[in-house]
């Protein structure tokens, strides 16, 4: 008999963890939902009056925790309290690519994941259900269920693999109707109830057709080789713009003949200056380190192809930048319209923009940063993390801005590196008029129409055309 779930904790209050437990407490209002982490500034963000200001900038998730918040849903930063009184563990913590040591630029850091299975062990006194939310390598489950099973209090543990499928800038949508819900566990007895408490959770909205259930591996793997999939459509349609610029094809006619194959489909081949965000590049290079510690060298070379395509698009983006301005940016202004790495989020990581201006500062531009999400605290941290330069230089050479035409006012060219609707709506004709002549637009992720910006006088790059 699978035991029915009333209180869930979330160990991590970052873009997984936060929406994923607004979600299940929305939907599961019997559930008391608590979402803790030591990160005290997070979570007073999390618990601000109004909920416009919470951490995870998503469409509709204000909403969602305005509507669950102190009701059932709760953010905390006492960790220990939390473990303690639930049945069901969401370990959802950051797996950054290692830094350091063997696998380091590929391995994923396992080191907060151990972390919280020591804690857990540590605190827990009755019978747990721990879930994986993090994206982990396969196996890593072996490893959470060692801990917590040789370094308990004799309590006896569940492990389940629940990997997200999330796209940022529609996680709310994607929560409310997912394709799947994917949930692996164990074969013995124990493991399928275990597995079934949680199927139960989410049949509180979603239809039992769509919860997938797998043994432990397949489900770790299932998250790592979905990703990979994704990135190796946008760097294989980046790949064919760059043939498509030299012998005169459009990528974009490129993309829609073939997107119209029902073998192939129309999603992620746009071509674009290429992909970013906390899960595609270090997915792919985890699959790769796996491949590699089991000697399958041709698997490895294959699925590293694709990060290989994706860092040349962003390397000659701004190359062509240079190139356009008479081969020199120094002493010029060049506007960057987004740095979000998508559209409806405020997530920066691996964006596209960090990796462009960092070539560019490094020729001495001055880079103006308009983004209507990210703040101007994150722009810094994002270039001084990369430690291309020190941080007073990085302050030197870029400057954040408020308003995208202040950010435009007397630049030499614009990059557009997010996709905003609101780009779209302009005053183009406004931005040209108070540019240095000639005007250039950069075209990153071809949403402004080029023809328009012509007429108007701008000289447009738009990839792959």
């Given at each position: 008999?699978?035991?029915?779930?009333?209180?869930?904790?979330?160990?991590?209050?970052?873009?997984?963890?936060?929406?994923?437990?607004?979600?299940?407490?929305?939907?599961?209002?019997?559930?008391?939902?608590?979402?803790?982490?030591?990160?005290?500034?997070?979570?007073?963000?999390?618990?601000?009056?109004?909920?416009?200001?919470?951490?995870?900038?998503?469409?509709?998730?204000?909403?969602?925790v305005a509507e669950a918040r102190g009701r059932n849903l709760f953010f905390s930063t006492e960790v220990d309290k939390a473990i303690d009184e639930a049945e069901m563990i969401f370990i959802s913590v950051n797996t950054p690519t290692k830094t350091y040591g063997s696998g380091?630029?590929?391995?994923?850091?396992?080191?907060?994941?151990?972390?919280?299975?020591?804690?857990?062990?540590?605190?827990?006194?009755?019978?747990?259900?721990?879930?994986?939310?993090?994206?982990?390598?396969?196996?890593?489950?072996?490893?959470?269920?060692?801990?917590?099973?040789?370094?308990?209090?004799?309590?006896?543990?569940?492990?389940?693999?629940?990997?997200?499928?999330?796209?940022?800038?529609?996680?709310?949508?994607?929560l409310h109707a997912p394709d799947r819900v994917l949930i692996g566990g164990d074969t013995t007895p124990e493991g399928q109830s275990a597995l079934a408490s949680l199927v139960e959770v989410y049949n509180n909205w979603v239809p039992r057709e769509r919860i997938l259930t797998t043994n432990l591996w397949s489900s770790e793997l299932s998250k790592l080789t979905a990703n990979a999939f994704l990135a190796q459509r946008v760097s294989s349609i980046n790949a064919l713009s760059e043939l498509c610029e030299r012998t005169g094809a459009d990528v974009t006619e490129v993309a829609r003949s073939i997107g119209t194959d029902s073998r192939i489909g129309s999603k992620f081949l746009k071509a674009s200056v290429g992909f970013g965000g906390s899960c595609f590049q270090k997915d792919i290079l985890n699959l790769v380190y796996i491949a590699r510690s089991y000697g399958l060298q041709e698997v490895a070379d294959y699925w590293e192809q694709v990060i290989i395509m994706n860092d040349h698009q962003k390397s000659r983006f701004a190359n062509n930048i240079v190139k356009t301005l008479y081969n020199t940016v120094s002493g010029k202004k060049i506007a960057f319209l987004g740095w979000a790495f998508k559209k409806d989020t405020n997530d920066t990581?691996?964006?596209?923009?960090?990796?462009?201006?960092?070539?560019?500062?490094?020729?001495?531009?001055?880079?103006?940063?308009?983004?209507?999400?990210?703040?101007?605290?994150?722009?810094?941290?994002?270039?001084?993390?990369?430690?291309?330069?020190?941080?007073?230089?990085?302050?030197?050479?870029?400057?954040?801005?408020?308003?995208?035409?202040?950010?435009?006012?007397?630049?030499?060219?614009?990059?557009?590196?997010?996709?905003?609707?609101?780009?779209?709506?302009?005053?183009?004709?406004?931005?040209?008029?108070?540019?240095?002549?000639?005007?250039?637009v950069f075209d990153g992720r071809s949403i402004i129409d080029s023809a328009s910006l012509t007429e108007i006088g701008f000289k447009v790059y738009t990839i792959g055309k």
């Open positions: 008999m699978n035991k029915k779930i009333t209180k869930i904790c979330c160990i991590g209050a970052g873009y997984v963890g936060g929406p994923t437990m607004a979600v299940i407490a929305q939907k599961c209002p019997h559930i008391k939902v608590t979402v803790v982490d030591l990160n005290e500034a997070r979570i007073a963000a999390w618990n601000d009056p109004d909920t416009e200001n919470i951490p995870v900038y998503e469409p509709g998730l204000s909403a969602v380091k630029g590929m391995a994923a850091d396992l080191k907060y994941i151990e972390l919280c299975a020591r804690q857990i062990a540590r605190v827990a006194k009755d019978d747990k259900i721990v879930v994986e939310k993090s994206t982990l390598p396969v196996r890593t489950a072996e490893a959470v269920k060692n801990i917590l099973q040789n370094t308990g209090n004799g309590v006896n543990y569940q492990i389940l693999s629940n990997p997200e499928f999330l796209a940022e800038g529609t996680a709310v949508e994607d990581r691996e964006s596209a923009a960090i990796y462009v201006a960092d070539a560019l500062l490094n020729e001495e531009a001055g880079i103006a940063v308009y983004d209507p999400k990210v703040p101007e605290s994150q722009v810094y941290f994002d270039l001084n993390y990369l430690g291309s330069r020190d941080a007073d230089k990085n302050k030197t050479q870029v400057t954040v801005f408020t308003d995208p035409y202040e950010a435009c006012k007397d630049a030499h060219a614009i990059a557009i590196l997010t996709e905003w609707d609101e780009f779209k709506a302009y005053d183009w004709k406004r931005i040209f008029d108070n540019m240095k002549k000639p005007a250039f």
